[in-house]
């Protein structure tokens, strides 16, 4: 169980582009859900959290309007990138949160490469 | 001072041997206590899960947690090439709406056969 998905897996686009990401949970309803950026051999750096039916909130130095987040549904958020540029490349990560427990579980990770 | 420490290693131990990670906080506030596995390339695997102090145990992985020292512990016991891995502690202070996580840099496991 916990089962978390996203798609793609690996997107490259061209600079001035947005790509959508979606998180997908499979076998349980999260009203949150976290975007997490992470840079090579580092760790995870949180942006933004998702609840569903209201705005999302972002950490400090997160650009909303580059990075738009979407919980229209208990099981799926998107994070699209707008006007994406080289320097947006990383491997973008959600996660679920496990109402009650209070643990998340995470997406296998999607890796953004900016042309 | 970091939230959050932990050693980034990397750490490289024979098959067979006992793995100790470890992790210091200084928010004395943390009350549920987590270990990811994430392999290359790939999302964190939650691994281990603990509320308050104590232990837990789950097959060769045994999760400690010293709430009075602010220091928290994963053993793998009868290590396995395919443990080889990041290793990542994360924390979090409450459960209910904008609940958060705190982690650690993340210790690079090597088991060489």
């Known amino acids: 169980g916990a089962v978390v998905s996203q798609h793609p897996s690996r997107v490259i686009c061209k600079s001035g582009t947005s790509v959508k990401i979606e998180c997908r949970s499979l076998?349980?309803?999260?009203?949150?859900m976290f975007w997490y950026r992470q840079f090579p051999k580092q760790s995870l750096m949180l942006m933004a959290t998702?609840?569903?039916?209201?705005?999302?909130?972002?950490e400090q130095g997160v650009e909303k309007d580059k990075f738009l987040i979407n919980h229209a549904s208990l099981t799926l958020s998107t994070l699209t990138v707008t006007s994406a540029h080289p320097e947006d490349s990383s491997f973008y990560i959600c996660?679920?949160?496990?109402?009650?427990?209070?643990?998340?579980?995470f997406g296998p990770g999607t890796r953004l490469l900016v042309l | 001072q970091k939230e959050v420490e932990q050693d980034p290693g990397p750490l490289s131990v024979p098959e067979g041997a006992i793995v100790s990670l470890n992790c210091t906080y200084s928010?004395?506030?943390?009350?549920?206590f987590m270990w990811y596995r994430q392999y290359s390339r790939k999302g964190p695997e939650l691994l281990m899960y603990?509320?308050?102090?104590g232990n837990k145990e789950d097959g060769r992985f045994t999760a400690q947690v010293d709430k009075s020292s602010k220091y928290i512990s994963l053993f793998i016991r009868d290590s396995q090439p395919s443990d080889s891995a990041t290793y990542l502690c994360?924390?979090?202070?409450?459960?209910?709406?904008?609940?958060?996580?705190?982690f650690g840099q993340g210790t690079r496991l090597t088991i060489n056969p």
């Open positions: 603990t509320y308050s102090s």
């Open positions: 076998d349980f309803q999260a009203t949150t």
């Open positions: 928010n004395s506030a943390f009350q549920y």
């Open positions: 994360a924390m979090s202070d409450y459960i209910q709406g904008a609940q958060k996580l705190v």
């Open positions: 998702s609840n569903e039916g209201s705005k999302a909130t972002y």
């Open positions: 996660s679920a949160l496990l109402a009650g427990v209070g643990t998340q579980y």
